[in-house]
């Protein structure tokens, strides 16, 4: 079953733009991570924040993390156009320790 | 090598045909996983191999047999599947299981006519 749902669905922006993406989740994690997906490719890992975290920069990515509300949030900041692809966020908890992803977010930086 | 490789690209396969998908790491990750993906939607994980040994089976049907032959090598065999999975199948691995980020390879877009 899914955990996370990002927000929102789709995102539309111009070149040099920020673009914030969302992310909720149900149940306790150890730690969530964000992925991104070229168009019929492979996911690459982006970022992992965990639990005990609240905010995480890689380059132009900050990831911040409220546990209390069960939510995460990625910022790309100065968005490329190379930045088009799909977001997913995947949170990891629970006994077996598997990732479960959200529906995820579709990104298209205009140029 | 940071680098989770997938064979073949693409495949098309008739309903009685049998097929095997193949994916290498040269990491030295102990866990590796095989996931499904339709169009337009998340991964969904289907079985995860900790250590060579089968551990997680999303109760995936038996015309999908996984097989580890050793810490870098896993194949997916399937026999007797159906037009409805045709889907990417994405081959990823990690240092462990606990909780770690996954390294995805490039998938394998599988077409069952």
């Known amino acids: 079953s899914q955990q996370g749902e990002e927000d929102p669905q789709a995102l539309s922006i111009q070149e040099g733009e920020n673009a914030t993406m969302n992310c909720s989740y149900k149940?306790?994690?150890?730690?969530l991570q964000w992925y991104r997906q070229n168009s019929g490719r492979g996911l690459v890992h982006l970022i992992l924040i965990r639990s005990n975290e609240r905010e995480k920069h890689s380059g132009r990515l900050r990831v911040t993390l409220d546990t209390s509300k069960k939510s995460s949030s990625l910022l790309i900041t100065a968005s490329r156009a190379a930045d088009t692809a799909s977001y997913f966020c995947a949170t990891a908890g629970g006994a077996n320790s598997k990732l479960t992803f959200g529906k995820g977010i579709t990104l298209s930086v205009r140029p | 090598d940071t680098e989770v490789t997938q064979t073949p690209k693409h495949l098309v396969m008739g309903m009685t045909n049998k097929k095997s998908l193949k994916c290498e790491q040269h990491?030295?990750?102990?866990?590796m996983y095989w996931y499904k993906q339709k169009a337009k939607k998340p991964p969904e994980l289907m079985f995860v191999?900790?250590?060579?040994?089968?551990?997680i089976n999303e109760s995936v049907p038996s015309r999908f047999s996984p097989e580890c032959p050793n810490s870098s090598l896993l194949n997916l065999h399937l026999h007797a599947l159906q037009p409805e999975d045709s889907a990417l199948y994405l081959c990823?691995?990690?240092?462990?299981?606990?909780?770690?980020?996954?390294?995805f390879g490039p998938g394998t877009r599988l077409t069952v006519l």
């Open positions: 191999y900790s250590y060579e040994k089968l551990s």
């Open positions: 990491m030295g990750h102990r866990a």
């Open positions: 149940t306790s994690i150890n730690n």
């Open positions: 990823a691995s990690s240092q462990g299981v606990a909780y770690n980020e996954q390294f």
